[in-house]
């Protein structure tokens, strides 16, 4: 059986890879270290499939999540990579 | 802190920080008065044996004595430790598991941790990154316990990575006994072991080496509690009952005296191992008497000791009954009762209550004479006051004796606390508090006899009614609390909920069915009548132009007086509660009357009914008073369309009787036509069923689609009949008016009562048990005919035949078990999600964060709107803004 790319699954949502830059500025526009982050595990589906899309060690970077069924449109949220 | 306080130890400090840690043998010397040697409390005379459990250094429980340590009275000396010596080391219970994990996680010989240097330098290293966070901390540290626990028996490599040495597997034998292999463990063999672990290698097993060692989980020395923990109490007969904590300690000093003796004598070791075992067992239940595996010391009654563990413990433990709740004074609780003629901020009450609660007011220059006239009249008569208070603190009590003494003494800077007055402001509140505005802020309004009044708009936040209940009253003492909770939780700023952005508070019931009598194209109204009407609702302007003259006397109509009421530049328009709900909206020339129309303040059509002003739900005229003009203007609104409501109910009369329900006979042929078909359509399909005709619907069986199909067929019976009895049953019937204007009921109601009462269910099937195959003994088995399963043709008001009545009563039945398992449900998952998201706030960045700083939203409800302040959910209403603006541009024109 084919492998399904589960990024393009309608039921994940859409997770994008902070670049460094980015990471700087959305700390700061927050003002909050990646310590008060919530959390994904390198060992999570979709992170395993990013690493292997974009072909990059994913640990200690941060994640954009935009979960697209809350009652406000849009949910935004951030992740920490971990192990 | 007093100033003689603030002499002895200097100005207040803050707390920086608090460390938690296990207290250390030295410290337990350290901060002990005494070493408690004595099994024994009091001697005969009745006095505390010196070195005894009772002994005079450990403080004070009897009223005149003074404590031999500090010399402070009773009530003062807070009380000393004490401390027995052990003589031999035991484990304490409530860190038995720690000292497993530190046991098989370390070598038997090195006492180092079994993992090779480079994973300690790893683990080290990942503590220090990741470890910031308490919940990664943890996981770390079980990481690294179970890695290394691993080599204990498990792998056959079980060396020690550092001195070779072989492992044997460690047991935990609940509650305080580890076997290595098959030897037992002793504390004293455990202890020393964990004396031998570095402070390197303690931090990595998740001990703070600063604050505390993991040997000292291993007791030598026993701290006794202060005497002022565990009072003994005289009985009438004069005997002294000890608490059980002393008891615990008495045997705890008896055992460790006779293990001492045996050692000192040289006894044979199986003699000392079982004294020390039950050294143990004692300590273990002095801390906590339900260790399971451990049976519980008793009481010699039989009763079950009361330990420290017990004292903490639960909903009666000191936690949840004497920390998260306390009993407070300065409260009052009474039944509620209504009262429409005082303003929704408002609360009612009795002046046997007012005159016991109090505010302080301090005395200047500007209050003297009104506060000194409070003290005169004193504490028995209202107005009055029932301290004052001297600037040294001094409490003086306002008697009749020394009242006229009193109110001369008291001078600017002094404190009187006087009875509560109209206008102040207390805190208001009805059980299960289950949402912020079951706690409001409301004014004092002192009236006679004994109950809180409230209006009656307020009763849907509280979920108040007046069968019996009851509420509570709390009135905040300082001026800064008496502004907080006026600006904050004032009813009328409550008026919008936080939960939905509609109205909580508006008018229920005879509010709404008196408000469309009142506005009704009808309506008329006399001078006079107007003018009693304008004065119980306090509306203070000129009378309109009357629109109607009858014979040269000029009468108004109900929305003339309505109008009143209204801003003068409001502009609205939507459908009443009542609408018709017609193909084409004739808009203001709406037939019916249902289109409301307000221009520049003025109703010109339309009736007031639900969709006005009806609380706990989406009325469109009170929301816009209180979030386009001010909470304000929502409050006076309420106040004035209540009375004013109550006073036209009045002069029109409103009723209801069962004459509401009557359907004309030929009304009744029709309903019974129409059930009548419906059966037989039931009949039809059970004949194709028996045929085999039927056919399925996709994903059921042939019995499911009949049984869905019959469903079907019987509800659409019902609702037939349901609008043929609706087509006689007009507004003239007060029954009907209230289902449509919202009041009470609905006209699902209604048509039970009149025409039928349709198909009775149990979880959501048609009744189908109690006998074998059928739902009463009188049908045949596997009959599914409309009758035989529950369906009810006849109204309330026909009457149910008897095997009606049985079926109706079964749904009913489930009605009442349904309410009464989901109060216990939500309940409980109510205090789950209390306790879980407690913590949680929006912090400056606009985050949702827990305490600990962890991001839980990135923006409150991920869209940053307080639906308080919002409309319909939404950020902005375009629609209403447009309109407003049209309006505007209308008028410049």
Known sequence: ?83 | MNEEEILIFGPPKKIKEISFGVLSPDNIRKISVKNIVQADTYDDEGYPINGGLMDPKLGVIDPGLKCHTCNSKFGECQGHFGHIELARPVVHVGYAKEVYDILRSTCRECSRVLVPEERILYYEEKLKEDGVRTGMRQTIISELINESAKKKGVLKDNKCPHCGTEQIKIKFEKPTSYKEGDKKLTPADVRERMENISDRETALLGWNPNASRPEWAILTVLPVSPVTVRPSITLESGIRSEDDLTHKLVDIIRINQRLRENLDAGAPQLIVEDLWELLQYHVTTYFDNEVSGVPPARHRSGRVLKTLTQRLKGKEGRFRNNLSGKRVDFSARTVISPDPNISINEVGVPKFIAMELTIPERVTGKNIERLRKLVVSGSDTYPGANYIIRYDGMRKRVTDITRDILAEEIEVGYIVERHLLDGDIVLFNRQPSLHRLSIMAHEVRVMPYRTFRLNLCVCPPYNADFDGDEMNMHVPQTEEAQAEARILMRVQEQIISPRYGEPVIGGSQDYLSGAYLLTKKTTKFAREQVDQMLYVSSINTDLPEPIIIEDGVPYWTGKQLFSLLLPPDLNIAYKSKVCKKCDVCEGKKCRHDCYVLIENGKLISGVIDGSTFKARSTCKLLDKLVKDYDTDVGRKFLDSVTCLVLWSNGILGFSTGIDDEDIPKEGLDVINKVLNEGKEKVDKLIGSYNEGYLEPLPGRSVEETLESKIMQALAEARDKAGSIAERYLGMNRGAVVMAKTGAKGNMLDITQMSASLGQMSVRGNRLHRGYMKRSLSSFIQDDVNADARGFVSSSYKKGLNPKEFFFHAMGGREGLVDTAVRTAQSGYMQRRLMNALQDMSVSYNGTVCTNDGVVAQFIYGEDGIDPAKSTYGKAVDIDWIIHKNLYQNKEAE
């Open chain 1, 1 to 83: 059986m084919d492998k399904v790319n589960i990024l393009e699954h309608k039921l994940v949502s859409k997770h994008i890879i902070l670049s460094i830059e980015e990471e700087e500025s959305f700390l700061k526009k927050y003002n909050i270290s990646r310590n008060n982050l919530p959390l994904i595990k390198t060992s999570d589906p979709v992170i395993k499939a990013l690493e292997e899309q974009e072909n990059i060690l994913l640990k200690g970077r941060i994640i954009k999540i935009i979960r697209p069924n809350s009652p406000a449109g849009e949910g935004i949220y951030y992740r920490y990579v971990v192990e």
